[in-house]
């Protein structure tokens, strides 16, 4: 099979990725990092490729984050019509699609029995990289609950999205499928950036004890998938931006991490088992640190 290789400025992600990523040091813990494996992404319709591109994984030695070299090298303007025509394509071919959408209905239900245990705050939510606001859309009808928006590709008309001169911080922030589109520290730290102190984060992604080393892995198929994130590098995450606690609920594959300093980590713990109990299940999982639900894929 021929590929294709990328001769581009390495253009996106500015400086942040100039500082850690040009000598190859991890974005989350800037150890060393390692070719991992390739794998090669045949055309579509609407590529920017037109010819299979190989594309080539980098995983940290210390935390076993892993990234695309091929992806962070890409240009701007190349990356933002991947991502374009990657989503016009599976959108309209729907049997193709290969990437899942979040479960809305069940991160509508862990924010609101969260919100009204007093665990969170969702009267003060921002839903961040929030796409078409399903999500929002969802709390507003089942539960009453009003989250704002922020997208900075998707507007969808409504009065809740803010313009970005508009961000503020916020004692939710909510975040669905983005960690696994970054090219840079910066993305992510963006985000962390907009919780309160004493806020909480509430992140959607993939999170696993080990990235499989094949590139025949189920979350690598979407080609916009650029970061693949390990408990331990989401543990040096939540120390470097301050977060103590974090409770995963299974139904929504959603993490909530609580910043140092929220009024609800004394008790949180005692509040999970008293939910648990109640719904005789284990909806909450909490732990002090980052909660290492999923072992292995
Ligand atoms: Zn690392």
């Not at 990725?17 to 190859?24: L, M, R, V």
């Not at 991992?36 to 590529?47: E, L, N, R």
């Not at 719904?279 to 999982?285: C, Q």
Request: charged share 20%; glycine share 8%.
């Amino acid at each position: 099979m021929t590929s294709a290789t990328l001769a581009v400025a390495p253009a996106h992600g500015g400086e942040v990725a100039a500082a850690d990523d040009a000598q190859g040091r991890c974005l989350i813990c800037a150890g060393p990092t390692d070719h991992y494996f390739s794998k090669t992404y045949a055309p579509y319709p609407g590529s920017p490729f037109p010819q299979p591109l190989t594309v080539d994984y980098a995983r940290c030695v210390h935390c076993g984050f892993v990234v695309s070299r091929t992806h962070q090298q890409m240009s701007g303007a190349v990356w933002s019509a991947l991502n374009s025509s990657w989503h016009h394509h599976y959108e309209n071919h729907l049997d193709q699609k290969v990437s899942n959408a979040p479960p809305y209905a069940q991160q509508a239900l862990a924010i609101a029995m969260l919100h009204r245990e007093g665990l969170i705050d969702a009267g003060d939510a921002l839903d961040y990289a929030a796409g078409y606001g399903s999500l929002a859309k969802c709390l507003a009808r089942y539960f009453g609950l009003r989250a704002r928006l922020f997208d900075r590709y998707v507007h969808d008309g409504g009065n809740d999205y803010l313009d970005e001169a508009e961000l503020g911080r916020y004692a939710l922030v909510i975040n669905s499928a983005m960690f696994e589109h970054v090219l840079d520290r910066a993305a992510l730290d963006e985000v962390n950036g907009l919780v309160a102190d004493g806020g909480v984060l509430m992140m959607h992604t993939v999170v696993c004890e080990r990235i499989p080393k094949d590139p025949d892995w189920f979350y690598l198929a979407p080609m916009v998938h650029t970061a693949f994130h390990t408990n331990r590098s989401m543990e040096l995450l939540m120390q470097q931006w301050g977060y103590a606690a974090s409770l995963y609920a299974p139904a929504a594959k959603s993490w909530f991490l609580f910043k140092r300093g929220h009024p609800a980590l004394p008790r949180l713990e005692g509040a999970v088992r008293d939910i648990n109990h109640a719904l005789r299940a284990p909806f909450f999982h909490h732990k002090a640190g980052f909660v290492d639900y999923w072992k292995g894929f």
